[in-house]
């Protein structure tokens, strides 16, 4: 299979910027139930990635891309998509790999890991 055109984008349910980031951790590690994005949750921890998810990624022979939600809604206007979610961007544009629902069924990373494998490559 042919990848070169090809590229995921994983998006966080999260807004960019040194603020929302702090306010996010002060999020997660108050009340981590509440806490809106099961994406970060599942691949961040406190304070920075999760060095297993950095090598999971590097493992990946396809070009990953990371965006808040700001900034994916700046460059696909239009994408409704709810909120954390995968998307496969190929020459036919953009299709979602991991919906938020498949997102929050998530038991932890091994099962994300998989679930990256299985659907979007």
Known sequence: MHHSASSLIFVYNA???????LADIGHKVLSPD???CDLCALTHGYLREKSRWKRFIGTLEIPCEFLHRDQFRQR????EEP????????ANGLHVCLSAEELAGCSGLEELERLVRERCL
């Open 15 to 21: 807004d960019s910027g040194f603020f929302n980031t």
């Open 76 to 79: 696909f206007p239009g994408n």
């Open 83 to 90: 909120l954390p979610a995968v998307f496969r961007r190929d």
């Open 34 to 36: 509440t806490y809106q």
